[in-house]
T-cell receptor, first 116, second 113 residues
Framework: AQTVTQSQPEMSVQEAETVTLSCTYD???????LFWYKQPPSRQMILVIR??????QNATENRFSVNFQKAAKSFSLKISDSQLGDAAMYFC?????????????FGAGTILRVKS | AAGVIQSPRHLIKEKRETATLKCYPI?????VYWYQQGPGQDPQFLIS???????DKGSIPDRFSAQQFSDYHSELNMSSLELGDSALYFC????????????FGPGTRLTVT
């Protein structure tokens, strides 16, 4: 079974600075997808960024980017120019293929605090 | 853009009662997922449906059942409720193009007293 590990229960960052959240996963599959979801205090689950395992290029979405190291099974999220609105719980998630109806496997989450 | 709709948003039930949670996926999405999130925990997968057929099943209690209807909306039925069923229940949907992305609804907060 696939597992996802987020080793940082909590992180803090100063507004406008950069922070990196770590995620490792365990799988025997060669093709899969990885995601980062954000859960603010409203508890809404918001998709932040995705990465297809077959792609070597790291995904970017505005201030959010990932460092995907397939061999090391590592998938970290970098948030640049941190804003107060970035404060939330961040979940790393794994999706096995084929993906129709397949579940997301989540890590335990990292609470990100942004200081003004 | 239209999002996933869940109803009700809040539900309070007593032990041993029954609850029904509804989910309306994003238009043209054909796959629906149910997740349960306890306080301070990550979402745990319950069950999913693709084209109205059960696709995958997680640690869903036998007291729970779900189905997807012809209009693709889904309902999660929960019977003989226990205190431990108190949680946030998310529905997510995917399909139509970037079908591997799961988009979550706002959740239904169930409190069992």
């Amino acid at each position: 079974a696939q597992t996802v590990t987020q080793s940082q229960p909590e992180m803090s960052v100063q507004e406008a600075e950069t922070v990196t959240l770590s995620c490792t996963y365990d799988t025997s599959e060669s093709d899969y997808y990885l995601f980062w979801y954000k859960q603010p205090p409203s508890r809404q689950m918001i998709l932040v960024i995705r990465q297809e395992a077959y792609k070597q290029q790291n995904a970017t979405e505005n201030r959010f980017s990932v460092n995907f190291q397939k061999a090391a099974k590592s998938f970290s999220l970098k948030i640049s120019d941190s804003q107060l609105g970035d404060a939330a719980m961040y979940f790393c998630a794994y999706l096995r293929l084929p993906f129709y109806g397949n579940k997301l496997v989540f890590g335990a989450g990292t609470i990100l605090r942004v200081k003004s | 853009a239209a999002g996933v709709i869940q109803s009700p948003r809040h539900l309070i039930k007593e032990k041993r009662e029954t609850a029904t949670l509804k989910c309306y996926p994003i238009p043209r999405h054909d796959t629906v997922y149910w997740y349960q999130q306890g306080p301070g925990q990550d979402p745990q997968f319950l069950i999913s449906f693709y084209e109205k057929m059960q696709s995958d099943k997680g640690s869903i209690p036998d007291r729970f059942s779900a189905q997807q209807f012809s209009d693709y909306h889904s309902e999660l039925n929960m019977s003989s409720l226990e205190l431990g069923d108190s949680a946030l229940y998310f529905c997510a949907s995917s399909g139509a193009g970037a079908s591997y992305e799961q988009y979550f609804g706002p959740g239904t907060r169930l409190t069992v007293t």
